[in-house]
Protein backbone atom coordinates (compact mmCIF):
# COMPACT_ATOMS: atom_id res chain seq x y z
CA UNK A 1 0.00 0.00 0.00
CA UNK A 2 2.85 2.56 -0.50
CA UNK A 3 3.09 4.58 -4.09
CA UNK A 4 0.28 7.21 -5.23
CA UNK A 5 -1.93 5.24 -7.17
CA UNK A 6 -4.75 4.15 -4.91
CA UNK A 7 -4.57 0.26 -4.86
CA UNK A 8 -7.87 -1.53 -5.66
CA UNK A 9 -10.22 -2.48 -2.69
CA UNK A 10 -11.54 -5.25 -1.89
CA UNK A 11 -8.16 -6.56 -0.86
CA UNK A 12 -7.87 -10.66 -1.34
CA UNK A 13 -9.43 -12.23 1.14
CA UNK A 14 -7.26 -13.38 4.09
CA UNK A 15 -6.22 -17.02 4.99
CA UNK A 16 -9.16 -19.30 6.37
CA UNK A 17 -11.56 -17.09 8.48
CA UNK A 18 -9.02 -14.32 9.03
CA UNK A 19 -9.14 -10.55 7.62
CA UNK A 20 -7.22 -9.78 4.83
CA UNK A 21 -3.60 -9.14 5.41
CA UNK A 22 -3.30 -5.57 4.71
CA UNK A 23 -5.88 -4.69 7.85
CA UNK A 24 -3.23 -4.97 10.50
CA UNK A 25 -1.17 -2.74 8.42
CA UNK A 26 -3.77 -0.29 8.15
CA UNK A 27 -4.29 -0.47 12.27
CA UNK A 28 -0.73 0.60 12.63
CA UNK A 29 -0.81 3.58 10.53
CA UNK A 30 -1.68 6.90 10.78
CA UNK A 31 -4.39 8.44 8.44
CA UNK A 32 -6.88 6.91 6.23
CA UNK A 33 -4.87 5.26 3.06
CA UNK A 34 -6.97 6.13 -0.70
CA UNK A 35 -8.16 3.15 -2.62
CA UNK A 36 -9.57 2.86 -5.32
CA UNK A 37 -13.34 0.52 -5.65
CA UNK A 38 -14.39 -2.12 -8.23
CA UNK A 39 -16.90 0.96 -9.78
CA UNK A 40 -13.93 2.73 -9.87
CA UNK A 41 -14.41 5.53 -7.10
CA UNK A 42 -12.03 6.52 -4.45
CA UNK A 43 -12.52 6.15 -1.11
CA UNK A 44 -10.64 6.29 2.01
CA UNK A 45 -10.71 3.16 4.64
CA UNK A 46 -11.44 3.18 7.98
CA UNK A 47 -9.95 0.18 10.16
CA UNK A 48 -9.47 1.65 13.83
CA UNK A 49 -12.58 0.83 16.42
CA UNK A 50 -13.31 4.46 17.32
CA UNK A 51 -13.06 5.91 13.80
CA UNK A 52 -15.24 2.96 12.57
CA UNK A 53 -18.04 3.49 15.59
CA UNK A 54 -17.92 7.03 14.64
CA UNK A 55 -18.64 7.05 10.85
CA UNK A 56 -21.45 4.27 11.67
CA UNK A 57 -23.07 6.96 14.23
CA UNK A 58 -22.67 9.89 12.07
CA UNK A 59 -25.40 11.05 10.08
CA UNK A 60 -23.15 13.49 7.96
CA UNK A 61 -22.04 10.28 6.42
CA UNK A 62 -24.64 9.03 4.08
CA UNK A 63 -25.36 5.63 2.33
CA UNK A 64 -27.94 6.17 0.02
CA UNK A 65 -25.46 9.40 -1.65
CA UNK A 66 -23.23 6.35 -3.10
CA UNK A 67 -25.95 4.01 -3.91
CA UNK A 68 -26.39 5.06 -7.33
CA UNK A 69 -22.85 4.01 -8.26
CA UNK A 70 -23.00 0.16 -7.04
CA UNK A 71 -19.91 -1.65 -6.68
CA UNK A 72 -21.33 -5.34 -7.79
CA UNK A 73 -24.26 -6.49 -9.65
CA UNK A 74 -26.78 -5.81 -6.51
CA UNK A 75 -28.86 -2.94 -6.86
CA UNK A 76 -30.02 -0.25 -4.14
CA UNK A 77 -33.50 -1.02 -4.74
CA UNK A 78 -33.19 -4.81 -3.72
CA UNK A 79 -32.36 -3.59 -0.31
CA UNK A 80 -34.64 -2.40 1.90
CA UNK A 81 -32.70 -0.91 4.82
CA UNK A 82 -28.71 -1.52 4.11
CA UNK A 83 -28.74 1.33 1.69
CA UNK A 84 -31.31 3.81 3.01
CA UNK A 85 -30.86 6.91 4.88
CA UNK A 86 -33.09 8.41 7.23
CA UNK A 87 -35.95 9.05 7.20
CA UNK A 88 -36.75 5.73 4.71
CA UNK A 89 -34.50 3.86 6.56
CA UNK A 90 -36.31 4.69 10.39
CA UNK A 91 -39.69 4.32 8.51
CA UNK A 92 -38.65 0.84 7.21
CA UNK A 93 -36.85 -0.62 10.20
CA UNK A 94 -39.69 0.83 12.30
CA UNK A 95 -42.04 -1.63 10.30
CA UNK A 96 -39.80 -5.01 10.96
CA UNK A 97 -38.07 -4.32 14.04
CA UNK A 98 -40.83 -5.80 16.75
CA UNK A 99 -39.66 -9.17 15.10
CA UNK A 100 -36.13 -8.89 15.84
CA UNK A 101 -36.19 -8.39 19.80
CA UNK A 102 -34.12 -10.35 22.10
CA UNK A 103 -37.64 -11.29 23.67
CA UNK A 104 -38.64 -12.66 20.08
CA UNK A 105 -35.64 -14.64 19.90
CA UNK A 106 -35.71 -16.13 23.56
CA UNK A 107 -39.31 -17.37 22.45
CA UNK A 108 -38.03 -18.82 18.98
CA UNK A 109 -35.13 -20.78 21.02
CA UNK A 110 -37.40 -23.97 21.83
CA UNK A 111 -38.22 -23.62 18.16
CA UNK A 112 -34.57 -23.60 16.94
CA UNK A 113 -33.68 -26.77 19.25
CA UNK A 114 -36.27 -28.84 17.60
CA UNK A 115 -35.23 -28.00 14.39
CA UNK A 116 -31.05 -28.21 15.45
CA UNK A 117 -32.55 -31.71 16.60
CA UNK A 118 -34.23 -32.84 13.05
CA UNK A 119 -31.65 -32.40 11.26
CA UNK A 120 -29.36 -33.90 13.16
CA UNK A 121 -31.48 -36.76 13.87
CA UNK A 122 -31.57 -37.17 9.58
CA UNK A 123 -28.04 -36.06 9.01
CA UNK A 124 -26.88 -39.38 11.85
CA UNK A 125 -28.68 -41.41 9.10
CA UNK A 126 -26.42 -40.39 6.16
CA UNK A 127 -23.08 -42.17 4.75
CA UNK A 128 -20.18 -40.51 6.16
CA UNK A 129 -18.43 -38.26 5.65
CA UNK A 130 -21.09 -35.81 5.47
CA UNK A 131 -20.44 -32.07 4.83
CA UNK A 132 -22.08 -30.50 7.64
CA UNK A 133 -22.37 -27.09 5.90
CA UNK A 134 -25.14 -28.70 3.50
CA UNK A 135 -26.40 -30.79 5.99
CA UNK A 136 -27.03 -28.85 8.96
CA UNK A 137 -25.36 -24.99 9.19
CA UNK A 138 -26.92 -23.74 6.18
CA UNK A 139 -30.72 -25.67 6.00
CA UNK A 140 -30.69 -24.96 10.04
CA UNK A 141 -30.42 -21.06 9.21
CA UNK A 142 -32.28 -21.14 5.83
CA UNK A 143 -35.38 -23.33 7.85
CA UNK A 144 -35.22 -20.65 10.63
CA UNK A 145 -35.79 -17.09 8.64
CA UNK A 146 -37.66 -19.18 5.75
CA UNK A 147 -40.05 -20.28 9.02
CA UNK A 148 -40.15 -16.28 10.21
CA UNK A 149 -41.35 -15.50 6.86
CA UNK A 150 -43.78 -18.19 6.04
CA UNK A 151 -42.32 -19.49 3.11
CA UNK A 152 -43.86 -22.80 2.31
CA UNK A 153 -41.14 -25.32 2.80
CA UNK A 154 -41.02 -27.08 -0.95
CA UNK A 155 -40.22 -23.47 -2.11
CA UNK A 156 -36.50 -23.72 0.18
CA UNK A 157 -34.77 -25.55 -2.36
CA UNK A 158 -35.41 -23.60 -5.24
CA UNK A 159 -34.47 -20.21 -3.25
CA UNK A 160 -31.22 -20.92 -1.83
CA UNK A 161 -29.42 -21.56 -5.83
CA UNK A 162 -30.94 -17.54 -6.20
CA UNK A 163 -29.53 -16.48 -2.79
CA UNK A 164 -26.10 -17.93 -3.75
CA UNK A 165 -26.01 -15.78 -7.06
CA UNK A 166 -27.35 -12.22 -4.93
CA UNK A 167 -24.66 -12.78 -2.88
CA UNK A 168 -22.13 -13.04 -5.56
CA UNK A 169 -19.85 -10.44 -5.82
CA UNK A 170 -17.78 -12.10 -8.48
CA UNK A 171 -18.54 -15.72 -8.42
CA UNK A 172 -21.42 -15.65 -11.27
CA UNK A 173 -22.20 -13.36 -14.04
CA UNK A 174 -23.68 -9.63 -14.09
CA UNK A 175 -26.79 -11.11 -15.87
CA UNK A 176 -26.64 -13.96 -13.52
CA UNK A 177 -26.71 -11.84 -10.31
CA UNK A 178 -29.63 -9.54 -11.82
CA UNK A 179 -31.96 -12.65 -13.37
CA UNK A 180 -31.42 -13.99 -9.76
CA UNK A 181 -32.64 -10.62 -8.22
CA UNK A 182 -35.47 -10.54 -10.50
CA UNK A 183 -37.08 -14.10 -9.97
CA UNK A 184 -36.71 -13.43 -5.97
CA UNK A 185 -38.35 -9.95 -6.81
CA UNK A 186 -41.16 -12.11 -8.50
CA UNK A 187 -41.05 -14.90 -6.05
CA UNK A 188 -41.60 -12.66 -3.05
CA UNK A 189 -44.05 -10.40 -4.84
CA UNK A 190 -45.92 -13.52 -5.30
CA UNK A 191 -45.61 -14.45 -1.62
CA UNK A 192 -46.87 -11.01 -0.64
CA UNK A 193 -49.96 -11.23 -3.10
CA UNK A 194 -51.30 -15.27 -1.67
CA UNK A 195 -50.45 -13.03 1.90
CA UNK A 196 -52.95 -10.60 1.01
CA UNK A 197 -55.47 -12.85 -0.32
CA UNK A 198 -55.48 -14.80 2.74
CA UNK A 199 -55.88 -11.91 5.06
CA UNK A 200 -58.69 -10.70 2.80
CA UNK A 201 -60.23 -14.32 3.19
CA UNK A 202 -60.29 -14.27 6.57
CA UNK A 203 -57.26 -16.87 6.95
CA UNK A 204 -54.29 -15.10 8.10
CA UNK A 205 -51.78 -16.53 9.16
CA UNK A 206 -48.90 -15.87 11.33
CA UNK A 207 -45.77 -15.06 9.00
CA UNK A 208 -44.33 -11.77 8.95
CA UNK A 209 -44.87 -10.95 5.62
CA UNK A 210 -48.95 -10.82 7.40
CA UNK A 211 -47.77 -9.05 9.87
CA UNK A 212 -46.69 -6.25 7.57
CA UNK A 213 -49.41 -6.34 5.38
CA UNK A 214 -51.66 -6.03 8.48
CA UNK A 215 -50.04 -3.55 10.27
CA UNK A 216 -52.12 -0.09 11.11
CA UNK A 217 -52.05 1.85 7.69
CA UNK A 218 -50.05 4.60 8.98
CA UNK A 219 -47.23 2.37 9.97
CA UNK A 220 -47.61 -0.06 7.00
CA UNK A 221 -44.66 -0.46 4.10
CA UNK A 222 -45.84 -0.80 0.71
CA UNK A 223 -46.59 -3.98 -1.01
CA UNK A 224 -43.49 -3.39 -2.85
CA UNK A 225 -41.22 -2.48 0.33
CA UNK A 226 -42.85 -5.46 1.67
CA UNK A 227 -41.61 -7.68 -1.55
CA UNK A 228 -38.10 -6.34 -0.87
CA UNK A 229 -37.89 -7.06 2.72
CA UNK A 230 -38.73 -10.66 1.88
CA UNK A 231 -35.88 -11.04 -0.24
CA UNK A 232 -33.31 -8.95 1.88
CA UNK A 233 -34.10 -10.80 4.93
CA UNK A 234 -33.47 -14.06 3.20
CA UNK A 235 -30.33 -12.76 1.75
CA UNK A 236 -29.45 -11.34 5.49
CA UNK A 237 -31.02 -13.95 7.27
CA UNK A 238 -29.62 -17.24 6.17
CA UNK A 239 -26.11 -16.91 4.32
CA UNK A 240 -24.55 -14.83 7.10
CA UNK A 241 -25.57 -17.06 10.18
CA UNK A 242 -25.36 -20.24 8.26
CA UNK A 243 -21.75 -20.04 6.98
CA UNK A 244 -20.64 -18.35 10.60
CA UNK A 245 -22.12 -21.56 12.07
CA UNK A 246 -19.87 -23.28 9.80
CA UNK A 247 -16.99 -21.32 11.05
CA UNK A 248 -18.07 -22.24 14.96
CA UNK A 249 -17.96 -25.88 14.09
CA UNK A 250 -14.95 -25.35 12.53
CA UNK A 251 -13.14 -24.27 15.56
CA UNK A 252 -14.49 -26.47 18.28
CA UNK A 253 -13.65 -28.74 15.41
CA UNK A 254 -9.82 -28.00 15.57
CA UNK A 255 -9.78 -27.46 19.08
CA UNK A 256 -10.82 -30.87 21.22
CA UNK A 257 -9.86 -28.98 24.26
CA UNK A 258 -12.33 -26.02 23.86
CA UNK A 259 -15.12 -28.01 22.51
CA UNK A 260 -14.73 -29.71 26.01
CA UNK A 261 -15.18 -27.06 27.62
CA UNK A 262 -17.74 -25.84 26.41
CA UNK A 263 -19.44 -29.08 26.73
CA UNK A 264 -18.68 -29.01 30.32
CA UNK A 265 -20.09 -25.45 31.02
CA UNK A 266 -23.00 -23.89 29.12
CA UNK A 267 -22.21 -20.56 30.52
CA UNK A 268 -18.88 -20.49 28.25
CA UNK A 269 -21.10 -20.98 25.24
CA UNK A 270 -22.38 -17.08 24.52
CA UNK A 271 -18.64 -15.39 25.68
CA UNK A 272 -16.88 -18.09 23.18
CA UNK A 273 -19.72 -16.68 20.49
CA UNK A 274 -18.68 -14.05 20.82
CA UNK A 275 -14.84 -14.31 20.08
CA UNK A 276 -16.01 -15.82 17.32
CA UNK A 277 -17.91 -13.49 15.95
CA UNK A 278 -15.20 -10.98 16.67
CA UNK A 279 -12.02 -13.20 15.60
CA UNK A 280 -13.66 -14.15 11.99
CA UNK A 281 -13.83 -12.14 8.95
CA UNK A 282 -17.47 -12.76 7.18
CA UNK A 283 -17.32 -9.51 5.11
CA UNK A 284 -15.35 -10.20 2.08
CA UNK A 285 -16.28 -6.36 1.05
CA UNK A 286 -14.93 -5.17 3.35
CA UNK A 287 -17.95 -3.02 4.39
CA UNK A 288 -20.75 -0.37 3.19
CA UNK A 289 -19.36 2.98 1.36
CA UNK A 290 -20.62 6.11 2.78
CA UNK A 291 -19.96 9.49 0.79
CA UNK A 292 -19.57 12.74 3.46
CA UNK A 293 -22.27 15.07 3.35
CA UNK A 294 -19.62 17.55 4.54
CA UNK A 295 -16.65 18.53 5.95
CA UNK A 296 -15.81 15.24 8.87
CA UNK A 297 -12.94 14.74 10.74
CA UNK A 298 -11.75 11.50 11.25
CA UNK A 299 -9.09 10.93 13.89
CA UNK A 300 -6.06 13.31 12.52
CA UNK A 301 -7.63 13.61 8.73
CA UNK A 302 -10.33 16.16 7.57
CA UNK A 303 -12.69 14.24 5.26
CA UNK A 304 -13.71 16.35 2.78
CA UNK A 305 -17.71 16.73 1.56
CA UNK A 306 -18.13 14.20 -1.42
CA UNK A 307 -15.26 12.07 -0.61
CA UNK A 308 -16.02 7.87 0.12
CA UNK A 309 -15.14 6.24 3.52
CA UNK A 310 -15.50 2.34 4.13
CA UNK A 311 -15.80 1.17 7.70
CA UNK A 312 -14.13 -2.03 8.25
CA UNK A 313 -15.55 -3.45 11.03
CA UNK A 314 -13.55 -6.72 11.12
CA UNK A 315 -10.12 -4.79 11.26
CA UNK A 316 -11.77 -2.23 13.80
CA UNK A 317 -12.13 -6.48 15.73
CA UNK A 318 -8.43 -6.45 15.76
CA UNK A 319 -7.97 -3.16 16.95
CA UNK A 320 -5.04 -3.41 19.38
CA UNK A 321 -6.38 0.00 21.54
CA UNK A 322 -9.44 -2.41 22.15
CA UNK A 323 -8.64 -5.71 22.33
CA UNK A 324 -5.50 -7.13 24.08
CA UNK A 325 -3.81 -9.37 21.82
CA UNK A 326 -6.17 -9.13 19.32
CA UNK A 327 -4.74 -11.97 16.64
CA UNK A 328 -5.21 -14.35 19.64
CA UNK A 329 -8.36 -16.31 19.92
CA UNK A 330 -9.39 -16.21 23.53
CA UNK A 331 -12.73 -18.00 24.38
CA UNK A 332 -13.45 -16.43 27.40
CA UNK A 333 -12.50 -13.13 26.58
CA UNK A 334 -13.66 -10.46 28.99
CA UNK A 335 -14.13 -7.51 27.87
CA UNK A 336 -15.68 -7.74 24.21
CA UNK A 337 -16.97 -4.77 22.39
CA UNK A 338 -16.78 -5.96 18.44
CA UNK A 339 -18.63 -4.77 15.70
CA UNK A 340 -18.71 -8.02 14.16
CA UNK A 341 -22.90 -6.72 13.83
CA UNK A 342 -22.16 -3.58 12.88
CA UNK A 343 -22.88 -0.62 14.88
CA UNK A 344 -25.33 2.28 14.74
CA UNK A 345 -28.73 2.97 13.06
CA UNK A 346 -27.64 -0.11 10.45
CA UNK A 347 -26.72 -2.51 13.32
CA UNK A 348 -28.06 -6.16 12.39
CA UNK A 349 -31.68 -6.20 12.61
CA UNK A 350 -30.96 -9.99 13.35
CA UNK A 351 -28.42 -10.24 15.90
CA UNK A 352 -30.56 -11.45 18.71
CA UNK A 353 -32.11 -14.39 15.95
CA UNK A 354 -28.24 -14.81 15.07
CA UNK A 355 -26.93 -15.37 18.35
CA UNK A 356 -29.93 -17.22 19.45
CA UNK A 357 -28.88 -19.43 16.15
CA UNK A 358 -25.11 -19.88 16.35
CA UNK A 359 -25.14 -20.89 20.69
CA UNK A 360 -28.60 -23.41 19.78
CA UNK A 361 -26.52 -24.66 17.03
CA UNK A 362 -23.49 -25.02 17.76
CA UNK A 363 -24.62 -26.46 21.67
CA UNK A 364 -26.73 -29.06 19.47
CA UNK A 365 -23.47 -30.44 17.39
CA UNK A 366 -20.85 -29.96 20.61
CA UNK A 367 -23.44 -32.10 22.65
CA UNK A 368 -25.46 -34.70 20.32
CA UNK A 369 -21.77 -35.60 18.21
CA UNK A 370 -19.25 -34.83 20.80
CA UNK A 371 -16.83 -37.21 18.67
CA UNK A 372 -17.35 -35.43 15.81
CA UNK A 373 -14.00 -34.89 14.00
CA UNK A 374 -12.90 -33.45 10.65
CA UNK A 375 -12.61 -36.38 7.45
CA UNK A 376 -9.96 -34.02 5.74
CA UNK A 377 -7.23 -32.40 7.08
CA UNK A 378 -7.82 -28.60 7.43
CA UNK A 379 -5.65 -27.55 4.64
CA UNK A 380 -7.38 -28.88 2.29
CA UNK A 381 -10.57 -27.52 3.35
CA UNK A 382 -11.85 -25.12 0.57
CA UNK A 383 -12.85 -21.39 1.54
CA UNK A 384 -15.43 -19.39 -0.72
CA UNK A 385 -14.24 -16.51 -3.08
CA UNK A 386 -15.92 -14.02 -5.08
CA UNK A 387 -19.27 -13.57 -2.52
CA UNK A 388 -20.01 -11.30 -0.57
CA UNK A 389 -20.21 -13.22 2.72
CA UNK A 390 -16.88 -15.56 3.29
CA UNK A 391 -17.42 -19.14 4.57
CA UNK A 392 -16.34 -22.36 3.79
CA UNK A 393 -17.80 -24.52 0.69
CA UNK A 394 -17.66 -27.51 2.89
CA UNK A 395 -17.03 -29.10 6.31
CA UNK A 396 -16.49 -32.75 6.12
CA UNK A 397 -16.81 -34.42 9.20
CA UNK A 398 -17.24 -38.03 10.78
CA UNK A 399 -18.51 -39.27 14.42
CA UNK A 400 -17.75 -42.84 15.46
CA UNK A 401 -21.32 -44.56 15.24
CA UNK A 402 -23.07 -46.05 18.41
CA UNK A 403 -24.83 -48.94 17.95
CA UNK A 404 -27.01 -49.00 20.39
CA UNK A 405 -27.93 -45.41 21.92
CA UNK A 406 -30.03 -45.68 25.13
CA UNK A 407 -33.49 -44.53 24.64
C1 LIG B 1 -23.79 -14.35 12.19
C2 LIG B 1 -24.80 -13.77 11.68
C3 LIG B 1 -24.86 -12.34 11.23
C4 LIG B 1 -23.87 -11.41 11.10
C5 LIG B 1 -22.39 -11.56 11.43
C6 LIG B 1 -24.50 -10.19 10.62
C7 LIG B 1 -23.82 -9.02 10.39
C8 LIG B 1 -24.42 -7.83 10.02
C9 LIG B 1 -23.74 -6.57 9.88
C10 LIG B 1 -22.24 -6.34 10.08
C11 LIG B 1 -24.66 -5.65 9.53
C12 LIG B 1 -24.43 -4.16 9.29
C13 LIG B 1 -24.00 -3.97 7.87
C14 LIG B 1 -23.91 -2.51 7.51
O1 LIG B 1 -23.48 -1.67 8.31
O2 LIG B 1 -24.29 -2.25 6.37
C15 LIG B 1 -25.93 -6.33 9.39
C16 LIG B 1 -27.10 -5.72 8.99
C17 LIG B 1 -28.27 -6.40 8.83
N1 LIG B 1 -28.53 -7.70 9.17
FE1 LIG B 1 -27.23 -9.03 9.93
N2 LIG B 1 -25.83 -10.42 10.44
C18 LIG B 1 -26.10 -11.72 10.81
C19 LIG B 1 -27.33 -12.33 10.81
C20 LIG B 1 -28.51 -11.75 10.45
C21 LIG B 1 -29.81 -12.38 10.52
C22 LIG B 1 -30.10 -13.77 11.08
C23 LIG B 1 -30.69 -11.50 10.01
C24 LIG B 1 -32.16 -11.75 9.95
C25 LIG B 1 -33.02 -11.48 9.36
C26 LIG B 1 -29.97 -10.29 9.63
C27 LIG B 1 -30.50 -9.17 9.05
C28 LIG B 1 -29.83 -7.99 8.85
C29 LIG B 1 -30.44 -6.80 8.26
C30 LIG B 1 -31.86 -6.68 7.74
C31 LIG B 1 -29.45 -5.81 8.24
C32 LIG B 1 -29.59 -4.38 7.71
C33 LIG B 1 -29.87 -3.47 8.89
C34 LIG B 1 -29.96 -2.00 8.52
O3 LIG B 1 -29.33 -1.58 7.54
O4 LIG B 1 -30.69 -1.29 9.23
N3 LIG B 1 -28.64 -10.48 9.91
N4 LIG B 1 -25.76 -7.65 9.73
Given at each position: M?????????????????????????????????????????????????????????????????????????????????????????????????????????????????????????LETRAQPVDLVNAFTVPFALN??????????????????????????????????????????????????????????????????????????????SREEIAVFGAGLLMAGYETTGNQLAICALTVLLDPALAGRLRADPDALAPAVEEMLRWSSLVATGGAPHVATEDVRLGETLVRAGQVVVPLTDAANRDPAVFADPGRFVPDREENPHVAFGHGRHFCLGAHLARAELQVGLGALLHRLPDLALAVPAGELVWRRGMFIRGLMELPVRWPVVRDRPV
Open positions: TGTAPCPFPFPEGPDARPPREYEELLGRPGLPLVMLSNGSEALLVARHAEVKAVLSDDRFSRASFAGRPMFARTPESLALATSDPPVHTRRRRAVLHAFTARRARRQTPWLRALAGDLLDEAITEMLGVPADDRSQLRPLVDRMMSTTRFTREEVAAAHREAGDYFAGLVAAREAEIAAGEAGDDLLTELLAAPEAERL
